[in-house]
């Protein structure tokens, strides 16, 4: 198998973003992915895509095999990793429709989030855990093809599967939050750990619970159809974003690894 340097992880609309693809099956040591890797290519370039929940949307979001995905990417050989995902609002002025690009997490889930948890201890940075370089020529695409762009969000990550109650949306809100998500963590920061670049774009589906007056609680079914109503346009800003990323990083996240590893 060639090497692959760019993924995208994200749900299964997206299969068909892929042209002539190949599907790559593999179990890592931390167990199976979410489903086979498919290999194809957009803009020229030779990228893998893997469905977070499975194709057939069966995984909930805190069984999400966080651990053996980004294993198996890096396996490939990919060094940036571009994540899709359906946010909620909790910030007025990110309004369902809008392109959103993650440059903070704050995480509330428990979940398993480290590939050192045996032999050695590394502790990574994750004070900046977005790509920079990747941020702004997402920014920059979206903007061309005229996009309604948010170029920062800071993103609660819940476990899930449930929505929030309208106390939690208000506490998100009020601890700084823009927009919730419920797969953002860990899979940024085991990214990190294998010195990946990594670009999470959100799609704001509705406002949260009860934060704001005159908004109503969005039901799964109205959520889905504003991700699907977008499908299009984020297959499109996608692509450019592809089309864009440069051969040679200049980002420092090839260096996340470098000093990070404790002292014996
Ligand atoms: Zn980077």
């Not at 893998?48 to 050989?77: C, K, M, T």
Request: hydrophobic fraction near 35%; glycine fraction near 8%.
């Amino acid at each position: 198998m060639d090497k692959v340097k760019i993924a995208v992880i994200g749900g299964s609309g997206l299969y068909s973003l892929l042209e002539n693809s190949e599907e790559w099956k593999t179990e890592t040591k931390y167990g199976k992915t979410s489903d086979t890797i498919k290999i194809g290519k957009i803009a020229g370039k030779k990228i893998a895509f893997l469905p977070r929940h499975g194709s057939g949307h069966s995984i909930p979001p805190a069984r999400v095999p966080y651990i053996a995905n980004i294993e198996a990417l890096s396996q490939l050989g990919v060094k940036r990793i571009i994540a899709t995902n359906a946010v909620g609002s909790i910030n007025l002025k990110y309004k369902p429709g809008d392109f959103v690009l993650f440059d903070q997490f704050i995480n509330t889930t428990h979940r398993p989030d480290t590939f050192f948890n045996e032999e050695k201890v590394v502790h990574v940075s994750s004070a900046d855990s977005y790509c920079s370089e990747l941020n702004a020529i997402a920014l920059k695409a979206g903007r061309k093809i005229g996009l309604p762009m948010r170029k920062k969000a800071t993103v609660i990550v819940v476990n899930g599967p449930r929505f929030s109650t309208k106390a939690e949306s208000r506490y998100y809100s009020m601890i700084g939050g823009d927009v919730i998500n419920m797969t953002q963590y860990p899979e940024n920061v085991l990214a990190i750990e294998k010195a990946m670049c990594y670009l999470g774009i959100g799609i704001v589906t509705d406002y949260d619970a009860g934060v704001f007056k005159g908004t109503k609680t969005a039901s799964l079914h109205e959520v889905n159809k504003k991700f699907n109503e977008n499908i299009t346009k984020l297959k499109e800003l996608l692509s450019e974003i592809i089309l864009n990323i440069p051969e040679k990083r200049s980002c420092s996240c090839k260096n996340s690894l470098d000093n990070a590893e404790a002292a014996k």
